[in-house]
């Protein structure tokens, strides 16, 4: 219950934030500034004994939240408890919260006096008198109120009606009949007096069907004719209350509810806000007051939580209690970052984000052909469209929205036209924004021509669109057909298309070229005009130019934007006649980086990079492997050819094998010595190099020798053969240096036998 509660009793943050006042310092919202019309409130709590102590609990934290939840500071509330009276000195309805407007100051004084709510003792009455409580909620909203403000009475309660021990029902064989009868007489008043009825089940097992009985008895047109704005029950639940008095909040008021997500500090959540909206709150539920909240706009910069930054105004509810939420007015759509962080000793309880948001809902609206025959067959298209003029990605952002259209003209009836966004001919793709129907021109048509179309959504400003169109009168003098294709470009970019014309008439036409359905400055056309010659057939190039970037600012995310407006081609020689409006569709995307621009170069060198030093790292380590003495078997030679001495040589430093000659006139043999005289590695020629100190360096031949001191020389070989069983390895015989009794030019070798 402890987890259930918390948010609930900090119920002034959720909805309070929406609709107060947001700065001091306000910025005109793009196009429009959102209207908040006030709505009159009562909330009925049930305070009988059917309800077990938690119940009330619940019951009250709800009270208070719907109470100081509306969206509207010039809204008003008046709450009070109900149970039955059962014997004289007592009541049936118990006031606890007059009526009280929504602005700052009416704020404070709610929740001290939902407090005095309480679950009844037998001396108070413990029954449940449901016709007193809706007669008290009528009266309350009624009772110098103004009847054009929507009115809602929220009745908190289990649904078990128990009159059985109340006088004022008559006998007690017949007080339940009775009771039922004077509640379907209360419940006529309030349809009579246009008070909705929204009933919220409490308890483990609460009444539905008779819940769902007092929710269609009241006034049943809600904030738009809509099957969602309808009063229905909903059973809360203590673990979800939350969430649930989020969806009816909405549901009553036409706001739209989209959950983000839950985790616990620190940690960072998301939360997604529609391009549609014109005025939304984050809700986060903190469950511990200590939870410090930041947040980040969808371009990553923080917010303020007062005031104005960029377009957006900022309000912050609630930032001292379990419960806060930040109001934005036009807020910065996409996908947002509440970052909570929380000292130790206050992290055990997840943090929730939500967000409650209303919104304006537009569309394009277009006929093809635009000048129709009469009895031809036409093809209107409704697409939906930000007040800005771009085309909605998600459609969930219009989920529930209903179209109505219908073609009107001279010389016929209206004809109503059915407009689906299904896949099904003749609309091309589900799900696309894109609404699309077909309807054939009357015969009896004689002149004007309009298709409207109406879109009503829950949560969304409801818009009308229509287009205008003549009735051709036979062959038009001049017909176009303009190509503009898909593109997806960046900022500042053109499209160029093609304009197919035919002008069948003795006289020149001027053409004007102009792009609709979009707000000024996101694109535009060029050439703006055409002069038409008479008898002229051919094409001309047409280009359309898009804004900026600067002109897009922060709604131009990583994702880009899809412009979704439409080029006209009027003949303005012929009355402004529509003569093509083939719908435009242009994807904007921010301008790449230098990374997103020469990647593959970036990415080509890295691997070159790497590459070379893989084949440095090899060379080095052959080359250090071509030249390690390691292996090689150093001989000392004397002047007739005779090996005096063998010795193998080990790695050596830095592939040099430093060594000495000891007893070189007594019994001459290599000795290893570090800083030795003399030092040998591997030629990758073949062979060594000794490299004497003070003497420089010299190439010993694989088959040959060199002067190592005034009477023995140097040559190397591979290793020395095993010795074989039972003998001596045979000494090799080195042939005689130059000038002992061969020719200068004979090759000495190794010779092994």
Not at 461 to 474: L, N, Q
Request: charged share 25%; proline share 8%; glycine share 10%.
């Amino acid at each position: 219950m402890r987890r259930a509660a918390v948010p609930v009793l900090a119920c002034a943050a959720l909805f309070v934030s929406l609709l107060a006042p947001a700065g001091q310092d306000p910025v005109p919202a793009a196009d429009s500034t959102p209207a908040f019309p006030a709505v009159n409130y009562a909330v009925a709590v049930d305070e009988s004994t059917s309800l077990a102590a938690e119940d009330m609990k619940a019951e009250k934290a709800a009270a208070a939240r719907i109470a100081l939840g509306d969206v509207s500071s010039d809204s008003h509330v008046t709450v009070f408890g109900f149970a039955a009276a059962e014997a004289d000195g007592q009541r049936a309805v118990d006031p606890v919260c007059p009526r009280t407007g929504l602005d700052a100051t009416g704020r404070e004084t709610i929740g001290a006096c939902v407090g005095k709510l309480h679950r009844r003792t037998k001396s108070e009455g413990t029954g449940t008198d449901f016709p007193s409580a809706i007669r008290q909620g009528v009266h309350d909203l009624t009772d110098g109120t103004d009847p054009s403000q929507p009115r809602v009475l929220f009745l908190l309660t289990d649904g078990y009606m128990d009159v059985s021990d109340s006088p004022k029902y008559g006998s007690p064989e017949h007080r339940e009949d009775e009771g039922k009868r004077q509640l379907g007489l209360a419940l006529k008043e309030a349809a009579a007096q246009n008070v909705q009825i929204w009933p919220l089940g409490f308890g483990d097992q609460p009444r539905l069907d008779e819940l769902k009985r007092m929710a269609a008895g009241g006034y049943q047109k809600g904030c738009v004719d809509l099957p969602s704005a309808s009063p229905q029950p909903h059973k809360v639940k203590a673990s979800d209350i939350g969430s649930t008095l989020e969806d009816i909040f909405a549901a009553a008021h036409c706001m739209r509810h989209g959950e983000g997500t839950s985790k616990r500090p620190p940690a960072t959540l998301e939360i997604g806000i529609s391009p549609l909206a014109t005025v939304g709150s984050i809700v986060v539920d903190k469950g511990d007051p200590q939870v410090k909240i930041t947040y980040y706009d969808p371009s990553g910069d923080e917010v303020p939580t007062h005031g104005s930054f960029k377009k957006s105004q900022f309000e912050l509810a609630g930032g001292t209690g379990p419960v806060e939420a930040l109001k934005i007015v036009d807020p910065l759509p996409g996908t947002w970052k509440v970052k909570a962080e929380a000292p130790e000793g206050h992290r055990s309880l997840p943090v929730s984000v939500s967000v409650l948001w209303q919104g304006e809902l537009r569309g394009a609206i277009t006929m093809d052909p635009p000048s129709p025959g009469a009895g031809d067959k036409v093809t209107v298209t409704m697409r939906l469209q930000t007040r800005e003029g771009y085309q909605i990605k998600d459609p969930r952002d219009y989920a529930g929205l209903r179209v109505r259209s219908q073609l009107t003209g001279d010389g016929f009836s209206p004809v109503a036209l059915d407009l689906t966004d299904d896949g099904k001919a003749p609309d091309s793709t589900a799900s696309d924004g894109s609404f699309t129907g077909a309807v054939r021109i009357p015969k009896s048509a004689t002149g004007a021509l309009k298709v409207s179309a109406t879109l009503t959504a829950s949560g969304l400003r409801a818009d009308t669109r229509s287009e205008d169109g003549w009735r051709a009168p036979g062959q038009l003098p001049v017909t176009a057909f303009l190509s503009l294709p898909e593109a997806s470009v960046h900022p500042g970019a053109t499209i160029t298309g093609t304009l197919e014309l035919h002008n069948s008439s003795d006289t020149a036409h001027t053409l004007r070229l102009s792009v609709a359905d979009l707000q000024p400055g996101l694109l535009s056309v060029n050439p703006a005009e055409i002069t038409v010659k008479a008898h002229e057939s051919g094409t001309r190039k047409v280009t359309a130019e898009v804004a900026p970037a600067n002109v897009f600012g922060d709604r131009l995310g990583h994702d880009g934007l899809r412009l979704a407006g439409s080029v006209k081609v009027a003949d303005t020689t012929d009355h402004d006649r529509t003569l093509a409006q083939p719908q435009l569709s242009v994807r904007v995307t921010p301008e790449p980086g230098i990374w997103d621009k020469y990647w593959w170069a970036f990415v080509s060198a890295a691997a070159l990079v790497v590459l070379l030093a893989v084949a440095g790292a090899v060379w080095v380590r052959q080359r250090r492997r071509r030249r390690d003495p390691h292996g090689l078997v150093l001989r000392l030679v004397s002047d007739d050819g005779t090996v005096l001495n063998e010795h193998p040589a080990g790695h050596g430093h830095k592939q040099w094998y430093e060594f000495a000659v000891a007893e070189a006139h007594r019994s001459p043999r290599i000795e290893r010595r570090p800083h030795g005289p003399y030092a040998v590695q591997r030629s990758p020629e073949g062979g060594a190099v000794l490299r004497k100190r003070g003497g420089g360096r010299t190439l010993v031949p694989a088959r040959g020798q060199v002067p190592l001191t005034d009477t023995l020389h140097l040559a190397v070989g591979g290793d020395v053969k095993p010795t074989r069983k039972g003998g001596k390895p045979k000494q090799p015989t080195v042939g005689p240096r130059p000038g002992a009794g061969e020719s200068s030019n004979a090759s000495p070798y190794i010779d092994f036998e």
